[in-house]
Structure formats: structure tokens, C-alpha cells
């Protein structure tokens, strides 16, 4: 299993994601703002886009737009679908699985 180092606020930005990721694999409609509610709401818009600019460039997660909708959503990378409670289960899910480090 290949280990990746995380800060504690970009693990639980994953997290965040993943309880928000309710549909069948790869499908996202979960934006910043969405992450930003409940339980990520003690942190700014600011300090979330960093967050999530980090993430990006660590190959976590993804984002694209929907449609023709102006807003770009937060995916989860494939190396991670292991995490979720069902998209784990999907016959395409990965076979080497990325284990997140927190420092």
C-alpha cells in the first residue's frame, strides 16, 4: 500500500467529501460550499480553495465542471475510492489503495 502525507485539515477535508459523495462512483455534485457547511464551516473559503489546491496536486481529488452549470465540482481520485462505504465495493474499484499519513 503506498503511503501519501496529508495535513490533519486535508484529511478531514476528505472525509468531508466522502460523506457528501452519496451517488454511484465518480459522480459529484459537492462544490466548496457544500464542504464548507457543518463541518467544515470554523475554516474560511480562502483557506478551503488551498486545501483543496493542495489535494490537486497530490492526485486526491479532481474537480470539473457539471453540465452546462458554472460550478466546478470536487471528485474523489480513483486511488481513494477504497475510502468510501460503497464505492469500494464497485467492480472497476482500484486494486492498490493509497493509505492517507497525517503528520
Known amino acids: 500500500m503506498k503511503e501519501v502525507k496529508v495535513t ?5 477535508f476528505i472525509d468531508a467529501l466522502i460523506v457528501r459523495l452519496y451517488a454511484e462512483p465518480d ?3 459537492v462544490d466548496l460550499e457544500n464542504i464548507k457547511d457543518e463541518q467544515m464551516n470554523k475554516y474560511s473559503l480562502k483557506v ?3 486545501v483543496l489546491g493542495s489535494l490537486i ?5 479532481y474537480i470539473c465542471e457539471n453540465g452546462d452549470e458554472p460550478k466546478m ?3 474523489l481520485e480513483y486511488c ?3 475510502m468510501h462505504p460503497e464505492w469500494y465495493l464497485a467492480e472497476d474499484a ?3 489503495e493509497i493509505e492517507l499519513v497525517t503528520d
Open 73 to 75: 465540482y470536487i471528485h
Open 57 to 61: 496536486k497530490k492526485k486526491l481529488v
Open 48 to 50: 478551503l480553495k488551498g
Open 80 to 82: 481513494l475510492w477504497h
Open 8 to 12: 490533519p485539515m486535508e484529511k478531514e
Open 27 to 29: 459522480f459529484s455534485d
Open 94 to 96: 482500484p486494486t492498490e
